[in-house]
């Protein structure tokens, strides 16, 4: 199975405050993944990255920057928090399965008041 | 655009009875991937069953079986003889075709599972 650590787990930010999660990865994936997940909508895909420097939007990208400067990491940003923001952040790789089969880390809980 | 439709919020079903889970999908690409994931209340996501457009059988994984009718553009999940804990939501998603292999995922439906 891939290796995904995310960090933090949970934080409680203030509007306005800039925010980074960071994901780690151990299996060496070209492609990595950030979901946003809210009660009602699923989950949606905010950005993707396809290799170091690599990286495009999704769905839901408006107010988030990523980077990856590593293949090992993929960091989303959130340069000034707002309350639409407070979610559950899924940080995901290929799982190596089936096309398209996606591993997912554990998820980290923004709370931004 | 692909898109996944899950219309049921909830369901309630007897510990050992089977359950249909509703998902129906929308692609105009030939070649697609249907996927369920489980989310227990703690969190995680969880890989149950994959459905690939060109495939002649319906895919089964132990008590998991998709019922794949593809002229109806449906791919609904079985359960055959529900456990207390396969109380969960359940997420269905489809592969975008590309080289990104993104998913793009259903707003998923809670299953409770009653002794």
């Known amino acids: 199975d891939a290796g995904i650590t995310q960090s933090p787990r949970h934080k409680v930010t203030e509007t306005g405050t800039p925010v980074t999660l960071r994901c780690h990865q151990t299996?060496?994936?070209?492609?990595m993944y950030w979901y946003r997940q809210d009660p009602g909508h699923g989950l949606r895909l905010i950005h993707y990255?396809?290799?170091?420097?690599?990286?495009d939007k999704g769905e839901v990208s408006d107010g988030y920057s990523v980077s990856r400067s590593k293949t090992e990491d993929f960091l989303l940003t959130l340069e000034s928090a707002t309350s639409s923001q407070t979610s559950v952040y899924f940080c995901a790789t290929p799982a190596g399965g089936r096309p398209g089969e996606l591993f997912f880390g554990e998820g980290s809980r923004l709370t931004v008041l | 655009a692909q898109k996944i439709t899950q219309t049921q919020p909830g369901m309630f079903v007897q510990e050992k009875e089977a359950v249909t889970l509703d998902c129906t999908y929308d692609?105009?690409?030939?070649?697609?991937?249907l996927f369920w994931y489980k989310q227990p209340s703690s969190g995680e996501m969880i890989f149950l069953i994959y459905?690939?457009?060109?495939?002649?059988q319906n895919a089964t994984e132990g008590r998991y079986s998709l019922n794949f009718q593809k002229a109806r553009k449906s791919a609904n999940l079985v359960i055959s003889a529900s456990q207390l804990g396969d109380s969960a939501m359940y997420f269905c998603a489809i592969r975008i075709q590309g080289g990104s292999e993104k998913l793009v995922f259903g707003k998923g439906m809670k299953l409770t599972v009653n002794p």
């Open positions: 299996e060496n994936h070209r492609y």
């Open positions: 692609t105009s690409d030939p070649s697609y991937g």
């Open positions: 459905q690939g457009s060109y495939d002649q």
């Open positions: 990255s396809y290799g170091v420097k690599d990286t």
